[in-house]
């Protein structure tokens, strides 16, 4: 079974990525390799934080709460 990927640890890619963006010498090349690997991160990243605010609603409704 697949190791689940925690949103700690695209979060901690994603900062490594934008560092080395920034970095004076990134060569081309490199940089739109980089960002191509940010754009994916940052969708992983959205998918969790989504299907998290999912869960958080549905346990809000199940404690009689309102849903926001």
């Known amino acids: ?3 689940k990927v925690t949103y700690q640890s695209l979060s901690d ?3 490594k990525v ?3 963006l920034q970095a004076p ?3 081309v090349d490199t940089a739109v390799e980089l960002y191509e690997k940010g754009l994916r991160l940052i969708t992983e990243l959205e998918t969790q934080l989504k ?3 999912t869960i958080i609603k549905k ?3 199940q404690a ?3 849903e926001e």
């Open 13 to 15: 890619e994603l900062d």
């Open 64 to 66: 009689g709460g309102k």
């Open 25 to 27: 010498d990134v060569r």
């Open 51 to 53: 299907a998290s605010e």
């Open 18 to 20: 934008l560092a080395e």
């Open 1 to 3: 079974m697949p190791k």
């Open 59 to 61: 346990l809000k409704l």
